[in-house]
DNA sequence: CGATCATTTGATTTATGTCAACTTTTGTGG
DNA sequence: CCACAAAAGTTGACATAAATCAAATGATCG
């Protein structure tokens, strides 16, 4: 199995947590080509403004969708892992109006509209799949902007290391309690809204009170009853866990 | 015209400006029928876990996605005002993640999911439309999460009044320069996490160096230079003005 | 026309940012 | 595989934006 398989079969997987595909359906998924491209380190792979022709899966490394203030500062909005597409509703709106950026070596599976646009003709129940998906995206959004506007620097962070513990164990590449999430405190700050110096104290307090452990990229969670109090986390935000919506023909 | 026809023109005028649709297209928008509502002022219209049947328009007042912390505080991820769909995406994900609020008397015109189902089935290009639209809204959510994250609260002010003067003038109920937001200003302060007392304080700021005012629920700029320059603000993550976006079939 | 809700203003506290030095880890070329 | 440079993490002292508390004024609505 090639990565490019590997990564498209991942993206597969979440996507039938939210989606009742036919096994034809998931046939035609797998089939779809793309063609795997390296990202190095701090590279926009997509830059605001620009017409994209193909869509990003990530199939290696932590890619994210950022914005960039004009004093130079980085705000991250949203953060791929393996599994995730970084865009697919540039499928129905092609000019980039965010950018993305690799926060480490990335390897993607660029998959060219054309092929998508095809399958999503062919089967309508895949671009409602790939549109609920989206819809998910968002909802992650609109999450960060209740955490950020109206908790602390603790209940974010712990905020973060649920949600992408959910997530990576939705997909498979970990579980809830432990997993790799490639990234510098200082990124992990512009997720948040925070300095990389405050990140760092606040992973201690976190650590002190045995909640969880963030040590050379790997987030190990100590309690997570207590990490998910301390977070407020509920994971019904993530709308996974729902092939029961009904397929629309 | 009644309410309910005046206000799916407002959504469809505010369609057209993303998406290049078909005058047979158009009418079956406006055919579309919907049942009027009254929502009194906070009262929650969808609740997160609940599965919604409609699609909520808003023909008047505000309304707004929100979370809920457990002290009791409100966070507002995103405003709707009239002609804006608030949860298009429910069309495929009926199970609700957030929540929707009427931030004062609100008036919305409920549609059947089935209704718009039927209609994207044999228009499938009012499917890509919807999708986009969703794609609009998330892009604005990101957005946010960058200005709360990284700026402080003049410019998240600031950026409010860019964002939604600009919105308001795509869908034709006010120029950005002047324009009615018929909220609190603590409600503001939910939308930016700020606290009421704070965006008091930041609203003077911006009348005093003649930026903008807001007196009486109407948004008054004063120099629209100085407000997007504090604001940093430029319109493109709203993705208007492209219907150039090629139609997919 | 009183009562509730929204706005305004001041005094004080607190969470987080900033600046700066130091240590540890990571990655790379010899 | 080592040595060393660069990046990331850690810690402390201090500064500041925004929160909190409190009280007064102004608006709105039965």
Chains 1, 2 share one sequence.
Request: negative net charge.
């Amino acid at each position: 199995m090639t990565l490019a398989e590997r990564s498209i079969e991942l993206f597969l997987r979440r996507l039938l947590l939210r989606s009742n595909l036919s096994m034809e359906e998931q046939e035609a998924i797998r089939a779809v080509k793309g063609t795997e491209v390296t990202i190095p380190f701090r590279r926009d792979f997509v830059v605001p403004g620009r017409t994209v022709e193909h869509v990003s899966l990530v199939a290696e490394g932590v890619a994210a969708r950022f914005d960039l203030m004009r004093d130079g500062r980085r705000a991250i909005a949203e953060l791929f892992v393996p599994g995730d597409v970084c865009d697919l509703s540039s499928l129905v709106a092609p000019r980039a109006g965010w950018g993305l950026t690799a926060l480490n070596g990335v390897h993607l599976v660029q998959i060219p509209h054309a092929n998508l646009r095809t399958l999503m003709k062919t089967h309508p129940e895949i671009e409602a799949a790939f549109w609920r998906d989206s819809a998910a995206d968002a909802g992650v959004l609109a999450k960060l902007v209740g955490n950020m506007g109206r908790r602390d620097a603790k209940a974010r962070v712990a905020h973060l290391f649920c949600e992408m513990g959910v997530r990576m164990e939705a997909t498979g590449i970990g579980t809830r309690e432990h997993y790799a999430l490639n990234i510098t405190q200082e990124q992990l700050g512009d997720v948040m809204g925070l300095t990389s110096v405050h990140v760092n104290r606040t992973l201690s307090a976190l650590r002190d009170e045995d909640a969880v452990s963030f040590h050379s990229h790997v987030v190990r969670v100590l309690d997570w009853e207590r990490l998910t109090s301390i977070a407020e986390f509920d994971e019904a935000f993530l709308l996974l866990d729902q092939p029961e919506n009904a397929r629309l023909t």
